[in-house]
Structure formats: C-alpha cells, structure tokens
Nanobody, 127 residues
C-alpha cells in the first residue's frame, strides 16, 4: 500500500512558476510508475507526465513539453513537478498517482487503472 500526499499548489500569474511535490509513504521500496494528472473545471482528468521510480523511463504530454519537468527523489520518496511559463489553461486540480511499472511505457492516461491517488493540490493561474 502506498499513500500519496500532494503539496505546493497555489495561485500565480500567467508566466509564473510553481513546484508541486508528492510525498509517498508506506511501501516505497517497490518500483512504481508515478505520474501527475490534472483536472480542470468541467474537464476530464488528463495525464501530465510520468516517471519510473527506478529510473530510465519518462513521458510528458505534448502540452507540458518544454514547460513542465517531472522528477523523482528516491531518498525522499517524493515526486516533483516543476511548472514554468504557466498559462491560465493550466488551472486545475493536480493529482499524483502510482501504478505498475509498465504504465511508464506510454503517456499517462486516466483510462489506466492507477492503484494509488493523492488528494490533489489546486493550481490557479490568472491572466
């Protein structure tokens, strides 16, 4: 069992930056595919980026390429999402998730059965 807790959300102006964190606890000794998702107002949940905790596989959605960076600190068992050049369209609740390692072979999708989810952290970008 893995428990996930996001933090770092907030309100920023367009063009600003934020770094989201997702602290994992419980069975962090196993290797997972970990991912960030987001769900904007009236929108479906969409994958942002994923990373394999043992290293070697990283996927980023097209809208995030060049602006968002996903990383994982094994020692701290913490997943990060560094977001730069934020746009109002990035406004959403951001969630982290953990799932089987083979999920990292593809861009993360909410249609996959991610085993563990955090509660989410709100990001609001104003113009």
């Amino acid at each position: 069992q893995v428990r996930l807790a996001e933090s770092g959300g907030g309100s920023v102006q367009a063009g600003g930056s934020l770094r989201l964190s997702c602290a994992a606890s419980g069975n962090t000794h196993s290797d997972y595919c970990m991912a960030w998702f987001r769900q904007g107002p009236g929108k479906e949940r969409e994958g942002v980026a994923s990373i394999y905790t043992a290293g070697g596989s990283l996927k980023v959605a097209d809208f995030a390429k060049g602006r968002f960076t996903i990383s994982y600190d094994n020692a701290a068992a913490t997943l990060y999402l560094q977001m730069t050049t934020l746009k109002p369209t990035d406004t959403a609740m951001y969630y982290c998730a953990a799932g089987p390692a083979y999920y990292c072979y593809m861009t993360p999708s909410a249609s996959q059965s991610w085993e563990h989810w955090g509660q989410g952290t709100q990001v609001t970008v104003s113009s």
